[in-house]
């Protein structure tokens, strides 16, 4: 079983480039997340979607866009690129309400901005 | 104040003994819990759920006290496999945030031979 699948693995952008990373999972969860990673910060929630249709910022939405592209697919979207950005990025899915299922973790994207 | 706080550790251990990690949490609306564990680099994974009576796994038993709102993990004979860094997980049940979890910062565990 595949889980969640992250794409990019790895990424090196230059500050003011734009790009999307990917997240695919095929548990048939309704809930989906990202999170950032930074040392000594721990897991931060980006964005997350409790459905299919519906998105909601976390504690740290500036900056990114996100969307559900259908139940599958949740994308995370950096406009323009900062050198803060530069973290390693979760995406993660859940069976989501009302029983507040416990939350699988794709591989991760680590996105280097310079 | 954060919803969850955990003792960040380190905590260094010699194998074959217990450690036991303590968390506490704000939201007294909470209803689900969990201890997840995560591996340097790596993705965090479920390690188990919490549940109010208290349940084990093996090696781990994991408590909670809903009056103190304070969860518990216990590992027993550790082996060099459980060195890791170990989150504290509590769900959000109230208004706008239901449907989301709160992550501890982690402790960190490193269990020498």
């Known amino acids: 079983n595949a889980g969640v699948t992250q794409t990019p693995k790895f990424q090196v952008l230059k500050t003011g480039q734009s790009m999307t990373l990917q997240c695919a999972q095929d548990?048939?969860?309704?809930?989906m997340y990202w999170y950032r990673q930074d040392p000594g910060m721990g897991l931060r929630l980006i964005y997350y979607s409790a459905s299919e249709g519906t998105t909601d910022k976390g504690e740290v939405p500036n900056g990114y866009n996100v969307s559900r592209l259908n139940k599958r697919e949740f994308s995370l979207r950096l406009e323009s690129a900062a050198p803060s950005q530069t973290s390693v990025y979760f995406c993660?899915?859940?069976?989501?309400?009302?029983?507040?299922?416990?939350?699988?973790f794709g591989d991760g994207t680590r996105l280097s901005i310079l | 104040r954060k919803e969850v706080e955990q003792d960040p550790g380190p905590f260094n251990v010699p194998e074959g003994a217990t450690v036991a990690f303590n968390c506490t949490y704000s939201n007294s609306a909470s209803q689900s819990f969990f201890w997840y564990r995560q591996d340097c680099r790596k993705e965090p994974k479920l390690l188990m759920s919490?549940?109010?009576s208290g349940n084990e796994d093996g090696r781990f038993t994991a408590q909670l006290n809903r009056a103190s709102q304070y969860i518990s993990l216990l590992i027993r004979d550790s082996k060099l496999s459980d060195s890791a860094t170990y989150l504290c997980?509590?769900?959000?049940?109230?208004?706008?945030?239901?449907?989301?979890?709160?992550f501890g910062r982690g402790t960190q565990l490193t269990v020498w031979p």
């Open positions: 548990m048939n969860h309704n809930s």
């Open positions: 997980v509590v769900s959000a049940d109230r208004g706008s945030t239901l449907g989301r979890l709160y």
């Open positions: 993660a899915s859940s069976g989501g309400l009302p029983h507040n299922q416990p939350q699988h």
């Open positions: 919490v549940y109010s």
